[in-house]
């Protein structure tokens, strides 16, 4: 009894407490009773600095939409972004420099793709690969060099047994003509040899710039650039130049690449070009260089369907060259079939796909990017 009586005690303690902190809140409410003088301007002074909260309250609110746009549009900047249309010509050669490089690090196995095994075969080729594929040339010179090995035999060949020939490789008549008249022109003005000069290479029938580069880069060793079909678009698409002209192609292009590197900048384009840059759908989700290509998004992005493009080796399909080099060999590449023979059992799954390999005897298939001449 007496611990509850504690007990008691205690917490009344604590109720009296409280009781005296109800007084003393009450005291300000008195006070505040007996000063109704400065009631009056207290709310004026209340109602200034509202006011002023007011539109503190709503300048904050502004600029809330205003970060929220941005972030909208963030998306749209994954693309790769153009380049300004004020590039300066720096900018300019960093960014073709830069994509050389990249395509070096994917095609370290560039070569011409035409198979010669001296100038002469390599000049006659050139000339030969006029609005036809390479495989298609590769395919027909065999015969025409082991019947017609030098300069001398295919000047004195019989034009009819040339045409029967080089009939696969279309407009057979006027190549014809050009190769006997190269030909002679060989053996009567520079004693059998092909020259190595540009101002002597185009005085041949049939021989151009783009001819006499490759050559010129390719038979000795000397800088030149190839301005082919897949040159001119890839370094259009890549916005290099707007030149549509090759002679300016050449000159502009040439402007941006020390001389060393002409020769195999023009097959890294042309590798590009054949493989995944085609002219009608180009491969762009399967690009190794999509984040430099202002053109990114003119063809497949969808990186599965993107694979299905691919040419060549980089769809696993034979190359061009009967006889590549070893390099382009160890680098998965498959060596092209002769004229004639199907493609190997191989490499032919998935032929419906696009970019499959097509017999040798029935070519190219209409419209397709593999009827680009080079």
């Known amino acids: 009894m007496k611990s509850t009586a504690k007990k008691t005690s205690a917490s009344g303690t604590p109720a009296k407490a409280p009781a005296k902190k109800t007084s003393a809140s009450s005291a300000p409410a008195k006070a505040t009773a007996r000063k109704p003088t400065p009631a009056t301007p207290t709310p004026a002074k209340k109602s200034a600095p509202a006011k002023k909260a007011a539109p503190a309250a709503v300048t904050p609110a502004k600029p809330t939409p205003a970060k929220a746009t941005p972030s909208k549009a963030a998306p749209t900047k994954i693309t790769p972004a153009k380049p300004p249309r004020n590039e300066s010509h720096t900018a300019l050669v960093r960014r073709a420099r830069r994509i050389n490089r990249e395509l070096g690090e994917v095609y370290p196995y560039a070569h011409p793709e035409l198979d010669f095994e001296n100038p002469f075969q390599l000049v006659v080729a050139t000339v030969l690969s006029a609005q036809t594929t390479d495989l298609r040339v590769n395919q027909t010179t065999p015969a025409l060099f082991g019947k017609y090995p030098t300069p001398e035999d295919l000047a004195a060949a019989n034009p009819e047994e040339v045409e029967e020939i080089l009939r696969?490789?279309?407009?057979?008549?006027?190549?014809?003509?050009?190769v006997i008249g190269l030909s002679k022109a060989l053996r009567d003005d520079f004693g059998g040899e092909v020259p190595g000069r540009l101002e002597d290479l185009v005085k041949l029938p049939g021989v151009g710039r783009k001819t006499a580069f490759v050559v010129l880069g390719n038979a000795f060793g000397r800088p030149g650039i190839t301005v082919d079909t897949h040159f001119q678009r890839l370094v259009r698409r890549w916005q290099w130049t707007d030149q549509t002209e090759p002679d300016k192609i050449e000159a502009a292009?040439?402007?941006?690449?020390?001389?060393?590197?002409?020769?195999?900048?023009?097959?890294?384009?042309?590798?590009?070009?054949?493989?995944?840059?085609?002219?009608?759908?180009?491969?762009?989700?399967?690009?190794?260089?999509?984040?430099?290509?202002?053109?990114?998004?003119?063809?497949?992005?969808?990186?599965?369907?993107?694979q299905k493009l691919l040419k060549y080796e980089k769809g696993g399909f034979p190359g061009q060259r009967l006889n590549p080099p070893q390099s382009y060999l160890d680098a998965g590449g498959i060596s092209a079939p002769p004229l004639g023979a199907p493609a190997p059992g191989a490499v032919v799954p998935g032929a419906s796909a696009p970019g499959a390999p097509v017999p040798a005897s029935a070519g190219p298939a209409p419209g397709s990017p593999a009827r680009e001449a080079g």
């Open 253 to 306: 292009i040439g402007g941006l690449f020390p001389k060393s590197e002409w020769t195999m900048l023009s097959h890294h384009v042309i590798f590009h070009g054949r493989r995944i840059c085609h002219a009608r759908k180009p491969a762009c989700g399967a690009c190794p260089i999509a984040p430099l290509c202002p053109a990114y998004g003119e063809g497949e992005t969808d990186p599965e369907k993107a």
């Open 168 to 178: 696969p490789t279309g407009f057979f008549r006027a190549k014809t003509k050009s």
